[in-house]
């Protein structure tokens, strides 16, 4: 999983799969699911994002991998 939030736009990008997107869904206003050819969830894309999510704060718990941190 990634997570990718970029400054210009105001969007976060969290990247569930590496798998490509074919389909998207826009569930409410901003928030836009995408899909593989399968149905599976692949990402979630969210617009103005610094009104919508706390980015000051990324809490993992549990999660069985390697984290790391990119800064730009």
């Not at 969210?46 to 718990?61: G, M, T």
Request: glycine residues 4%; proline residues 3%.
């Amino acid at each position: 999983m990634k997570l990718n939030y970029y400054r210009d736009t105001d969007s976060l990008y969290i990247d569930l799969s590496s798998k490509p997107s074919i389909e998207s869904r826009e569930i409410t206003e901003g928030v836009v699911l995408d899909y593989d050819s399968e149905g599976n969830l692949v990402g979630i894309d969210i617009d103005n994002a610094s009104r919508k999510v706390d980015l000051k704060e990324v809490i993992l718990s549990r999660i069985p991998a390697e984290v790391q941190a990119v800064t730009t």
